[in-house]
């Protein structure tokens, strides 16, 4: 062991020990009723922050950190407008956000696609070389894909559909009216197929869980909050109706936008349309 080592390998005990010292509960991190827990009341605990959970992520294994983005391949790019709608006051649309669960029969424009997505993920900038979004992500590691399910939208087919962050365009999954099956999916919530498009969000985990470990999933979820409160406002300022959903079948959903469930998997769905 050289003496870098020795050096760190003795800092990193020390503190371990005090650790244990000022919060013996935190680092014990058991209960004895454990195993009588739900397994939201066990996620909830055990990836709750401790001192050993904090200083154990300096030397701990944490997955490999993937791509910040994803490419499909395959099916030629589709190209979006460039996001300009200038609508009315943030203040404005907050008072008036509701969920709509009724849209009527009234396509989406491309345009208005686009300034959705954009609201969803869009990369408003950089520092120090790193591209940033609409939406805040633990780390700015943001690991949220978002897949439009087209149902109504002018000039594009029907069909599931992959944002392209990087070059804001979106590129084809499979074409085809999955109306009835994404309605399925989400237990037979009809707004699903009814809205013009349906934004499945779902989540490459590793992407944040590589720096903060079994905490990173929390951030995940958090972060599906940001997203989704963007769409809804600038749906208000579109003058367009939105309404989230977070009960779907996972499996059906997975399947829908081809991921597996397990390193990328659904987080949640929010569907957007004409009043």
Known sequence: MTGQRQFLFGLLSTAFFIAALMFPYEIAGARSDHDEKSIGAAFHEQTSLNWMGVLGDLVGAKPRKPPKYKRIGGEKMIKLPKPEHHGISLEEAIQKRR??????????????????????????????????????????????????????????????????????????????????????????????????????????????????????????????????QNIALEAVSLGLGSVTVGAFIDKQINSLIEVDGDKEATIYLHAVGKP
Request: net charge positive; aromatic share 12%.
């Open 99 to 228: 969920s709509l669960r009724n849209f009527s029969s009234k396509p989406l424009s491309l345009a208005e696609l686009s300034q959705l997505l954009f609201a969803a993920q869009g990369i408003t900038g950089k520092i120090y070389g790193t591209p940033l979004r609409t939406a805040p992500s633990a780390g700015a590691l943001y690991p949220f894909e978002i897949y439009p399910v087209v149902n109504n939208v002018q000039g594009i087919p029907r069909g599931v559909y992959h944002y392209v962050i990087g070059e804001h365009g979106l590129e084809l999954i499979k074409e085809g009216d999955f109306r009835k099956k994404i309605s399925s999916a989400g237990l037979s919530q009809d707004m699903l197929g009814e809205a013009s498009v349906t934004f499945v969000m779902s989540a490459i985990f590793a992407r944040t869980t590589s720096k903060y470990g079994e905490r990173g999933y929390r951030y995940v979820y958090i972060e599906a909050g940001h997203i989704s």
